[in-house]
């Protein structure tokens, strides 16, 4: 790409969290001169990059996003390449509970089934096999579960650490921090990206502004279809220093239509290696708009989760510490976890704006980094995003 000088950039990425940095990243390896637009400050605690750990993990109902871990694989090994703190703890990937119960995170049967459609080893396990190799207790016989090997905690503090330090050493990139993008404009085939520390242009946007992604959208005239979780966390401190888990989810059906699925941690040595993560995977009162959020977690989805950990773990004290809330947006459309796309035709030059949207993407980083940056720049991505388009369907004009 040639270089511009000033306030021109080959691309311009709006959202400097993880996503955003992981696609800064791979432009730089494709030499673009790129602008990044951060509307808090660079590793914030305001969206969905909040927080310090992730799970990465491949069992998921459906092959195509099986193989879309696998094939992010490489892409963690070679960030890891770039820094000497561990970004994957591998500790495995335990799924347990109903069989019969779909969740966010999908169903069992259905995970098994594409766990071997790609052959990726896993164990099914009893109810009596997960409570004597995995600490949990009192679990009903008739729950079962399949434990993957190569599941792992992400340090996620340190992923977005090594990408912004990439990002800063870059001679391509150039990042601006409290930079809320306030006006698009479009004079030709360039945009004239509007904030309060100027007046930014390009022929190419890529959008990740994680949960506040109609804030950015809606300057370009269409919305996303999406609901806000202000998901809630706890540390649980140890009462058996030797305790330790994998990585876990438990599929259960909803108490009282509130929801009744958790899902934990080992401990890490990033942060409070004396205590273990345990969420809830639901929230109880769900957002209509970002802006509704609260760094306090709600109260009762932390009571429910404390009441899981005393009827169901061995070795954890369920008194809630270092509570917080992490953002995310997601689709309201079924079956539809990650949106990856261009702008809806109507959008002037819309094959230049690559938009990503909603879902948990965290496992994904380094590779999602790598599709976005190859729509915007060749028009196409080696991996099919097929699954993540729905002819605009999820996308309503303004």
């Known amino acids: 790409m040639t270089k511009e000088t000033g306030n021109h950039f080959d691309v311009i990425v709006i959202g400097g969290g993880a996503i955003g940095l992981a696609t800064a990243y791979h432009l730089n390896k494709r030499s673009c001169k790129t602008l990044v637009l951060e509307q808090f400050n660079f590793k914030n605690q305001l969206g969905s990059s909040a927080g310090v750990s992730r799970q990465y993990r491949i069992p998921y109902p459906e092959e195509y996003m099986v193989q879309m871990a696998l094939d992010a694989q490489p892409f ?3 960030l890891q390449n770039r820094t000497p703190r561990k970004l994957l703890d591998k500790v495995g990937t335990l799924w347990f509970g109903d069989p019969a119960v779909h969740s966010t995170e999908g169903n069992i049967a259905e995970a098994e089934q594409a766990l071997k459609a790609l052959n990726v080893p896993y164990t099914t396990l009893t109810s009596k096999e997960i409570e004597g190799k995995y600490h949990f207790k009192n679990l009903p016989d008739t729950y079962t579960g399949l434990f993957q090997a190569d599941g ?4 996620f503090k340190a992923t977005i650490e090594t990408l912004y330090e990439a990002a800063e050493k870059s001679a391509h990139i150039t990042l601006k921090e409290e930079s809320p993008v306030t006006d698009i404009k479009q004079v030709g085939k360039l945009f004239e990206v509007v904030t309060p520390k100027g007046t930014f242009i390009s022929e190419k946007l890529i959008l990740v502004p994680g949960p506040y992604i109609d804030n950015v959208i809606n300057l370009l005239n269409f919305r996303i279809e999406a609901t806000y979780w202000n998901m809630s966390s706890a540390y649980f401190k140890k009462t058996d220093p030797s305790m330790q888990y994998p990585t876990w989810f438990v599929f259960q059906n909803a108490i009282a239509q509130n929801g009744n699925q958790f899902y934990g941690f080992p401990g890490v040595v990033w942060d409070h290696p004396e205590y273990i993560r ?4 639901f929230v109880i009162d769900p957002l209509s708009d970002p802006d509704q959020r609260s760094l306090v977690p709600n109260s ?15 070795g954890l004290d369920p008194v809630p510490h270092f509570t917080s809330t992490c953002l995310i947006a997601l689709s309201k459309i079924a079956n539809k976890e990650l949106l990856i796309d261009f702008a809806p035709p109507y959008v002037p030059n819309n094959k230049n704006i690559v938009v990503y949207a909603t879902g948990w993407a965290a496992k994904f980083t380094p590779f999602l980094g790598k599709i976005l940056t190859d729509l915007s720049l060749d028009g196409h991505s080696d991996f099919d995003i097929t699954p993540f388009k729905l002819g605009y369907n999820f996308f309503k004009a303004i």
């Open 76 to 78: 963690w090994n070679e």
């Open 152 to 155: 792992a905690s992400i340090d």
């Open 278 to 281: 345990v969420a809830p995977d």
């Open 300 to 314: 009762q989805e932390l009571a429910y989760t404390s009441e899981w950990i005393k009827n169901h773990m061995t």
